[in-house]
């Protein structure tokens, strides 16, 4: 009966991803059959770590990210869990000999969003490491089966993916994080100085994350390749059309791709892939 109780906590996490990412959903879901649970788990850990500090504000949130800690070092070392999420989890880290301090990098990043509201340059880097970064090396860890040598290769530009779909992710969120959280991620940034100028310096920086990114990627086995190149695809057109977007519009809007777009998107990547062309 303990393989049904895991079967429904990877089941749990499925859930979480597919209510939480339509996006991330579908660029799991065309991963190879192995690969897709594991990152199931992976993506659920994080996005419930993600939304302790990012929606439960009137609760206490340092008792619940502690809480949450604190479980999850219990889940890991005990290899069980009656939270599905971190019982999912657990398997993964365990099975895949994922390192607890990628764990222990992205945990303090979360905790860091209790705190800071403005970042220094190096404050920046170390939010970027530990809340994307190393949730790159988490998945590369199951992409490449645990294999240490193709993970050693692969690394740099799994961490400049990561880091490029969360500069995206900041932003086009500038108004929601700073009106709401009120957090400045980018160092330096005032959001009344925000103009074509500042944002080009950014996307500059971006499209060096996506240009590792994308040597990384297609260096991975088949079997994962195509369902990162989704996720790929989806946020360059996402920073593209940021890009054209004026600095004033993102200031005041949330940049969206639509539905429609997703799936042209989609048929792209799926000729490509057939044709061997990532």
Not at 170 to 191: N, S, V
Not at 241 to 252: D, E, S
């Amino acid at each position: 009966m303990k393989q049904l109780f895991d079967d429904v906590t990877f089941k749990c996490s499925k859930l979480i991803t597919n209510c939480y990412s339509t996006s991330f959903s579908l660029g799991t879901y065309f991963l190879g059959k192995e690969f897709r649970m594991p990152i199931y788990a992976i993506y659920g850990f994080v996005r419930f770590a993600d939304e302790i500090v990012d929606s439960f504000h009137e609760y206490n949130k340092l008792e619940l990210l502690d809480r949450f800690t604190k479980e999850t070092y219990l889940a890991l070392d005990d290899k069980i869990s009656l939270n599905p999420v971190l019982n999912s989890f657990q398997m993964t880290v365990n099975k895949y000999n994922i390192d607890r301090s990628l764990i222990d990098t992205f945990l303090k990043s979360m905790r860091m969003d209790l705190d800071k509201k403005n970042y220094s340059q190096e404050g920046y880097e170390e939010y970027i490491l530990g809340s994307a970064e190393v949730v790159g090396l988490m998945c590369l860890k199951i992409f490449v089966r645990g294999d240490q040598k193709t993970y050693d290769e692969l690394k740099h530009d799994a961490m400049k993916l990561g880091s490029a779909f969360q500069k995206i992710n900041f932003l086009r969120d500038l108004k929601a994080d700073y009106q709401i959280m009120g957090r400045t991620y980018f160092p330096g940034l005032e959001l009344n100085q925000f103009d074509e100028k500042s944002k080009k310096e950014i996307e500059k920086d971006i499209q060096k994350d996506f240009d590792a990114g994308l040597r990384g990627l297609r260096k991975l086995s088949k079997a994962s390749r195509f369902g990162v190149y989704i996720a790929y695809t989806y946020y360059l057109s996402l920073f593209r059309k940021v890009k054209r977007t004026p600095a004033a519009v993102i200031l005041n809007q949330r940049i969206r791709i639509t539905d429609t777009k997703k799936y042209v998107l989609f048929v792209w990547c799926l000729f490509k892939h057939k044709f061997n062309l990532i």
